[in-house]
């Protein structure tokens, strides 16, 4: 190896040093690539790592959705611009009667009342021309029937104006319209009771009114003949065999004066006019 170098000039030299030179340069070049391709390897295996989670959580979330949407107890529906349902959850094919699969591309104003298809297509002509809410009451052919509903639709989220999707909320208005009934139902049976009960006052002051001038109009009568059984009671000349007579009628007209007078407490009692006037007397005498 001496003699080799010995024998090579300071050219020839000077060129292997260079030779050798490159050549490790070029080692460290290839040295520090592959350590950035596994630096990089490792972001992008980190990056995977990191899409794989958010896909996951993704996943998961629009499998939340998925269930709150099919298993809601609100029938919703997703509309497109001419009223096709795109999509419509359990509870809302239940109130349709018909098959989940079987609504999807169908047009809902086949399942509004044919009174109300005018009203369904200007619901829809309003949600395409705004994005605010947009709220219709109609009514909703069903197994059961006719039911009154409210439409509630609302452009899909993160849609631009010229977006087809509505989601679409049907709200049943039956027990609505029971309670509406139940008090209006209520109304009429409080007026007719407070006409009952205006009719009975009428009713009752006319009969106190009534028992106020029956009682005076006997009363007048027994006055007349309870100062002629007095005027003959004093009279030396009556006959013993009459005075029981006499007797017997005094104690008739004291007891229709008091059967009068029962009548008039009666009336001062609905009236709560009725004054007490405590006195002494013996029980004996009253039994």
């Known amino acids: 190896m001496v003699d080799l170098l010995e024998r090579m000039t300071r050219g020839q030299l000077i060129a292997e040093l260079r030779k050798l030179r490159a050549e490790r340069s070029r080692d460290s070049e290839l040295e520090r690539l592959v350590h950035d391709l596994r630096v990089h390897e490792e972001q992008v295996q980190l990056q995977q790592d990191q899409l794989t989670e958010t896909q996951q959580l993704l996943e998961a979330s629009r ?13 919703y529906v997703t509309l497109d611009r001419n009223g096709v349902i795109e999509d419509i959850n359990l509870t ?24 109300d298809r005018r009203t369904f297509l200007d619901h829809m002509r309003r949600c395409r021309g705004t994005v605010s809410p947009v ?10 029937g006719a039911v009154l509903v409210q439409l509630h639709s609302r452009r899909a989220a993160g849609s631009g104006k010229d977006a087809v999707g509505y989601r679409t909320a049907i709200v049943d208005l039956t027990a609505r319209l029971e309670a509406e009934e139940t008090r209006l139902r209520a109304r009429e049976e409080r007026e007719r ?16 009114q009534f028992l106020a001038t029956l009682s005076h109009e006997l009363r007048t009568p027994l006055a007349p003949v309870l100062v002629a059984v007095s005027a003959l009671e004093g009279r030396g000349d009556v006959p013993a ?47």
């Open 63 to 75: 499998d939340r959705y998925a269930d709150l949407y099919d298993y809601a107890p609100l029938p």
């Open 241 to 287: 065999t009459l005075r029981p007579t006499l007797a017997m009628i005094r104690r008739n007209v004291d007891l229709e004066t008091r059967l009068i007078d029962d009548m008039l407490d009666l009336t001062r009692v609905t009236r709560g006019e009725l004054s007490m006037k405590p006195e002494i007397l013996d029980v004996h005498e009253v039994l």
């Open 92 to 115: 809302g094919a239940d109130l349709l009667g018909r098959a989940r699969a079987l609504l999807a591309g169908r047009p809902l104003r086949l399942y509004v009342d044919e009174a």
């Open 193 to 208: 009771l407070l006409k009952e009960e205006e009719r009975l006052l009428v009713a009752s002051e006319a009969k106190d």
């Open 135 to 144: 709220t219709t009451e109609l009514k909703i052919k069903t197994e059961k």
